[in-house]
């Protein structure tokens, strides 16, 4: 493959026609220069049957007399514009039915319907996602990905993924294996201890990396074929699921300790043995082994934790907007005072990204980050965090303030919410505390004294129902001259007086698949903090003055293919930088050095797989 890509380019020949050279297994991967026919090792009802190769009523009558298809399906050959109309009559009823809007059971009934489609045709559904992303992320994604993960034992009809268990200690070596695709790029996994903000869900917790790979799919264009959700089941502490007869995982308590720890690292060995370049994804475990799992692998093997590094890459550059939109340079970020409620996996993540980009501005050293620390104040279950607090977690440890200071200011250790904001009068309260209405009227009220000219609020816990406020409760309280982010979708406010209260979505969707596809195409072994810190700075600059001014400091959804390539970019751009970088397929590292950036951005767009049916070969086994 490397030499084919020599003599394309040695043939003065555009990156696009790289893109065909290196993909000549994949299914469906369109260029510009059409389609490469698929090969298939099976025929009539059992291609209907899969997923990956089926077309429904759109195989032509060729390719139905080809593959013996002819008679099986209704005569009528459908474009596949005509075979989305139709399947959207179906999804579209149950938004006529449902008088009193969307509502929860509703959501559930698309997801359903869509899950269906996923089932039996993936090139179909992938179609539907991409074209109206908008529309059906909270459907795939949050908020509604929460409701299926809570029912997921009533919902479980089909198996998506593969499943780990205690039970299969010193098996997963060889069960790898049971996965059917030789090649796979991106796994998310999750042991299912913090979904969203919905807590232990145990086994149930699958849906989560379901959802967060239908985004890698649709956002990040990675081939639907190469990726793996993974549930590692070590039990449950969720006490209303091991009492329940249908919960569909272990009937047991969570392992902990090193026997927790001996079943993960059994896994990372398991699936990088079997496929060394993939990458992993770790998401919703609870805090007390994100950074412990974090901090075990992310120097050896291709991996990220989401909740913590994705995370915090969007609050920088939500944070870094609000700064634009308040008609200051960037650079003017360290002199915004930051109150934090949460101190978990994902606020302690924002609080250190946060803490080294204000470091960065201000000179890169030592004494610039000893005192980037005092601009934060973070507030969890307990109250405000100072050193005085007893069996302080380690992780918080930084951040707790000294109590001399907070005296001064009036404040003391476990002070509640309101207090600290009443008495600091912040730029920017940012929620990560999965407790929905914590920014509660008094809160806000208390807000109206920040010294900030246009305070922001990330209020970004998920799923809705778990948002520390609405924006209809903070345009309300506030006025129209606000920042306002959640973690899950709202609508935008209208404010009546012919302005609009800008609702952004500031959710770690918009790092992750650019993060996915940027480390694979660049083929870096790790994940460095330079390339979390280039794909925040790519997100960040992504947004134009006149829409930041606007308020809007993070883009539509409808955008997110486009953003998704330029993280991307950035991030192999910084790879090259770091020599981290090892060539992917017939790109080595050194003809990667030599790309430029738009070189870069071309090089990404083409590796973006996209939903096309391909024509369909049939060879023997
Ligand atoms: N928008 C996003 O992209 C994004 C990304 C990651 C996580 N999240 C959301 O953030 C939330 C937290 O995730 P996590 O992994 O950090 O969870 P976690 O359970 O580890 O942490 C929650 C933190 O909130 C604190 N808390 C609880 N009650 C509080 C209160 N009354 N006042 C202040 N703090 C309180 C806890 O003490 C803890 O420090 C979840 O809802 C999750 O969905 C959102
Ligand atoms: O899953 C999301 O929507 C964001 C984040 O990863 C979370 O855990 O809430
Ligand atoms: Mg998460």
């Given at each position: ?235 449950t502490n969720n006490e209303a699921l091991l009492k329940d007869p ?303 001014v606007k308020g809007i400091i993070f883009p539509s959804i409808s ?11 950035a991030v192999i751009k910084e790879a090259v930088e770091e020599d ?42």
């Amino acid at each position: 493959m490397a030499m084919l890509w020599k003599h394309v380019r040695s043939s003065s020949s555009t990156l696009k026609r790289h893109v065909i050279g290196t993909h000549l297994l994949s299914r469906s991967f369109t260029t510009t220069e059409g389609h490469r026919p698929s090969i298939v090792h099976k025929r009539s009802l059992d291609i209907l049957h899969d997923p990956w190769f089926n077309k429904g009523t759109a195989f032509s009558m060729t390719e139905r007399d080809r593959l013996d298809l002819r008679g099986l399906l209704p005569p009528n050959v459908m474009s596949t514009e005509l075979q989305i109309e139709r399947f959207m009559v179906d999804l579209k009823r149950l938004e006529v039915q449902a008088r009193d809007g969307p509502s929860d059971p509703n959501a559930l009934a698309k997801w359903r319907i869509l899950n269906r489609l996923h089932d039996r045709n993936e090139t179909m559904y992938y179609k539907v996602l991409i074209a109206r992303i908008e529309e059906y992320a909270p459907v795939v994604y949050t908020p509604t990905v929460g409701l299926v993960c809570q029912n997921y034992s009533g919902l479980f009809r089909r198996p998506r993924g593969m499943y780990f268990s205690a039970e299969d200690r010193g098996e997963m070596m060889s069960m790898v294996y049971n996965w059917p695709a030789e090649q796979v790029d991106m796994i998310v996994v999750t042991d299912g201890s913090r979904i969203l903000g919905l807590g232990d869900l145990g086994v149930q917790g699958i849906g989560i990396a379901i959802g967060k790979l239908d985004l890698y799919v649709a956002a990040a264009g990675i081939n639907p074929q190469r990726v793996l959700p993974v549930m590692i089941d070590v039990g449950t502490n969720n006490e209303a699921l091991l009492k329940d007869p249908l919960y569909l995982g272990l009937q047991q308590h969570r392992l902990d300790g090193d026997d927790y720890l001996a079943v993960i690292d059994e896994f990372m060995e398991a699936v990088f043995t079997r496929w060394p370049n993939v990458i992993v994804q770790f998401e919703d475990f609870q805090s007390k082994w994100a950074f412990k799992l974090l901090q075990r692998y992310r120097n050896t093997y291709r991996m990220f934790n989401d909740d913590v590094q994705g995370t915090a890459g969007v609050a920088i550059a939500g944070l870094l907007g609000a700064v634009r939109a308040q008609g200051r340079p960037m650079i003017d970020f360290p002199k915004q005072k930051i109150v934090v409620a949460g101190a978990g996996s994902a606020g302690i993540g924002v609080l250190n990204a946060a803490r080294k980009t204000m470091a960065r501005m201000l000179g890169n050293n030592e004494v610039a980050f000893e005192s980037a620390k005092s601009q934060f104040w973070v507030v969890d279950a307990k109250g405000l965090i100072t050193q005085g607090r007893e069996d302080i977690d380690p992780d918080a440890l930084p951040f707790a303030r000294k109590l001399k200071e907070m005296d001064r200011q009036g404040l003391r250790e476990g002070a509640s919410l309101v207090e600290v904001v009443k008495q600091v009068k912040p730029d920017v309260l940012l929620g990560l505390s999965a407790v929905g209405g914590l920014f509660s009227k008094e809160v806000l009220e208390a807000l109206k004294d920040s010294t900030s000219t246009r305070p922001a609020i990330f209020a970004m816990s998920n799923p809705t129902k778990n948002a520390e406020c609405t924006p209809e409760e903070a345009f309300s309280i506030l006025g129209d001259n606000i920042i306002f982010a959640s973690g899950s979708p709202f609508s935008n406010v209208d404010l009546g007086n012919g302005h609009i209260g800008h609702c952004n979505q500031g959710n770690n969707m918009y790092l992750f698949p650019g993060i996915g596809l940027g480390t694979l195409l660049s083929g870096s072994r790790i994940i460095s903090d330079g390339m979390l810190q280039a794909a925040a700075e790519r997100l960040a600059a992504y947004m134009s003055e006149e829409e930041v001014v606007k308020g809007i400091i993070f883009p539509s959804i409808s955008r997110i293919r486009d953003i998704t390539k330029e993280v991307a970019a950035a991030v192999i751009k910084e790879a090259v930088e770091e020599d981290l970088a090892e060539g992917y397929h017939g790109m080595d590292a050194r003809e990667m050095r030599k790309l430029s950036e738009s070189e870069i951005a071309e090089y990404v767009k083409n590796h973006m797989w996209s939903p096309e049916y391909p024509t369909l070969v049939y060879k023997q086994d």
